[in-house]
């Protein structure tokens, strides 16, 4: 069983940056694609980063494409989000998510087994 927990949300004016955490809990954390969602008020859930278990592919949302980074560091069982030039719209709940894949970069909600509690990233105008 994994455990995620998120941390690094917070406030921020727009145009600022955040790093968002997850630290997983469990053995072989190499073994876990590690993916960002967030969740808006009264929007559904949706795929923000994701990056497979050897950490040598990403996929990201059109909407964060170069502006957000994810990154992993499985000494320490943690996967990261650098966000950048934060937008209004970037606003919201964002959760980590693992499954057990080492190639492949799951992007759906569906295809991830584990998640986080979230932490709430909100970017005022």
């Known amino acids: 069983q994994v455990q995620l927990v998120e941390s690094g949300g917070g406030l921020v004016q727009a145009g600022g940056s955040l790093r968002l955490s997850c630290a997983a809990s469990?053995?072989?954390?190499?073994?876990?694609?590690m993916g960002w969602f967030r969740q808006a008020p009264g929007k559904e859930r949706e795929f923000v980063a994701a990056i497979n278990g050897m950490g040598g592919s990403t996929r990201y949302a059109n909407s964060v494409k170069g502006r957000f980074t994810i990154s992993r560091d499985n000494a320490k069982n943690t996967v990261y989000l650098q966000m950048n030039s934060l937008k209004p719209e970037d606003t919201g709940v964002y959760y980590c998510a693992a499954v057990s894949s080492l190639y492949y970069v799951p992007l759906t909600t569906g295809e991830y087994l584990h998640w986080g509690q979230g932490t709430q990233v909100t970017v005022a105008s």
């Open positions: 469990g053995r072989a954390f190499s073994n876990y694609a």
